[in-house]
């Protein structure tokens, strides 16, 4: 088992930023390619961005690409989601995910997911 745990949410205005974390804990965090995925209310959750075991092959949502970096610290068990140039439009709940395979975008294949951290932007 691994547990999750995001933070790092809250309100920011357009063109701002936030960096949210998210905390491992469990089995060996750096056996599981990690992933973010956000979902607003009464829509399907959507893929950000993931990243693998090593901390390579950073993949993005062509929504954030150029915003948003993915990056992890193994020996921290953490994992993170720099937010740059925010805009209203980003609004959402975001949730890590962890997956011992690399498929990012399938969420159906992360076994393990965070309660999620609430992000506000303003216009």
């Known amino acids: 088992q691994v547990q999750l745990v995001e933070s790092g949410g809250g309100l920011v205005q357009a063109g701002g930023s936030l960096r949210l974390s998210c905390a491992a804990s469990g089995r060996t965090f750096s056996s599981y390619a990690m992933g973010w995925f956000r979902q607003a209310p009464g829509k399907e959750r959507e893929f950000i961005a993931a990243i693998r075991w090593s901390g390579g092959n950073p993949y993005y949502a062509a929504s954030v690409q150029g915003r948003f970096t993915i990056s992890r610290d193994n020996a921290k068990n953490t994992g993170y989601l720099q937010m740059n140039s925010l805009k209203p439009e980003d609004k959402d709940v975001y949730y890590c995910?962890?997956?011992?395979?690399?498929?990012?975008?399938?969420?159906?294949?992360?076994?393990?997911w965070g309660q999620g951290t609430q992000v506000t932007v303003s216009s």
């Open positions: 995910a962890a997956s011992n395979r690399w498929v990012p975008t399938n969420e159906v294949l992360y076994h393990y």
